[in-house]
């Protein structure tokens, strides 16, 4: 396992309320991602990092913004919170070597309501 | 990332093998197979991938076609707790994510 924890763990917030969800690695991975999951769409990538103070969009990133200041942290925040942003979110981490043989690790998830 | 196919559903009784099959028709080359699982609750967790010749790990075999356009993945001993989604998902050189489908549900009989 590498070392991945994601805070809180669990969170209901308003909408039009700001949120911030972390994500933490021990393990000093360079790429580090966040992922939403919902039922029929599997997961899909929000934004992704590739190095610290360097990251980009995935395919949902509206809605969403990303900072990493440190290597073992990644932040996911959501601006303002909509119903649309209740869902499971998944960070996950990457070594450095070719992407066709990498591993990807997943931390437990965030699961977020918005009401 | 090119598109597999696995079926939606399989259910395996406890302590027999199980065999997951994925198609991917347009691989490429350069792409390597990989398999994921998620239990209930939990992130995904890799569990092997491989390019072009079988593969075994502590966790599964990866059986690869001679054409590479399927695999399989074998659980040689199934337990109560494979019970999971398993993802086949094909990378390569340039993927920055892994591209998830909707996976295969196995549900393990006791």
């Known amino acids: 396992d590498a070392g991945i924890t994601q805070s809180p763990r669990h969170k209901v917030t308003e909408t039009g309320t700001p949120v911030t969800l972390r994500c933490h690695q021990t393990?000093?991975?360079?790429?580090m991602y966040w992922y939403r999951q919902d039922p029929g769409h599997g997961l899909r990538l929000i934004h992704y990092?590739?190095?610290?103070?360097?990251?980009d969009k995935g395919e949902v990133s509206d809605g969403y913004s990303v900072s990493r200041s440190k290597t073992e942290d990644f932040l996911l925040t959501l601006e303002s919170a909509t119903s649309s942003q209740t869902s499971v979110y998944f960070c996950a981490t990457r070594t450095s070597g070719s992407s066709g043989t990498d591993t990807q690790y997943f931390g437990p998830g965030t699961r977020l309501t918005v009401l | 990332d090119a598109k597999t196919t696995q079926p939606n559903s399989m259910e395996s009784n406890e302590e027999e093998p199980v065999h997951l099959p994925c198609n991917h028709s347009?691989?490429?080359?350069?792409?390597?197979i990989h398999w994921y699982r998620q239990l209930p609750s939990q992130g995904p967790e890799y569990v092997i991938h491989?390019?072009?010749s079988n593969v075994n790990n502590r966790m599964a075999s990866l059986a690869i076609a001679e054409d590479r356009k399927s695999s399989t993945l074998i659980l040689h001993r199934a337990t109560l707790r494979d019970a999971a989604v398993y993802y086949c998902i094909l990378r390569d050189g340039s993927a920055r994510q892994l591209t998830f489908g909707s996976g295969t549900q196995l549900t393990v009989l006791p």
């Open positions: 491989g390019l072009t």
């Open positions: 347009t691989i490429s080359g350069t792409d390597y």
């Open positions: 393990e000093n991975h360079r790429y």
């Open positions: 990092s590739y190095g610290v103070k360097d990251t």
